[in-house]
């Protein structure tokens, strides 16, 4: 059965950092891209950053490119995204997401259910 489940969302002040994690099992890592998407409220999901199985690299929102930095450890069967230099604007539920053969962020397979990071002073 595939499960993907992610950790690390919290309150965090502007200007703070996060790092979350998407633990994955039931499939084989190495062979699925994987990305992160975030759902504002209020606001449909988006793509926020990819990591490809292929080559490993790497896909970024603008909205984001500079500040976070998407990571694989397929011996953990774990992604990670290190978010810097967060502000308000990045509040959402935050979702991992996996695809073979996929051109991340769209034609994803499988979903997490979310952790929730709230910027806010």
């Known amino acids: 059965q595939v499960q993907l489940v992610e950790s690390g969302g919290g309150l965090v002040q502007p200007g703070g950092s996060l790092r979350l994690s998407c633990a994955a099992s039931g499939f084989s890592l190495d062979l699925y891209t994987m990305g992160w998407f975030r759902q504002a409220p209020g606001k449909e999901r988006e793509g926020v950053a990819c990591?490809?199985?292929?080559?490993?690299?790497?896909y970024y929102a603008d909205s984001v490119k500079g500040r976070f930095t998407i990571s694989r450890d397929n011996a953990k069967n774990t992604v990670y995204l290190q978010m810097n230099s967060l502000k308000p604007e990045d509040t959402g539920v935050y979702y991992c997401?996996?695809?073979?053969?996929?051109?991340?962020?769209?034609?994803?397979?499988?979903w997490g259910k979310g952790t929730l990071v709230t910027v806010s002073s």
């Open positions: 997401a996996a695809g073979f053969d996929s051109t991340c962020p769209l034609g994803m397979d499988y």
């Open positions: 990591i490809m199985s292929s080559d490993l690299s790497t």
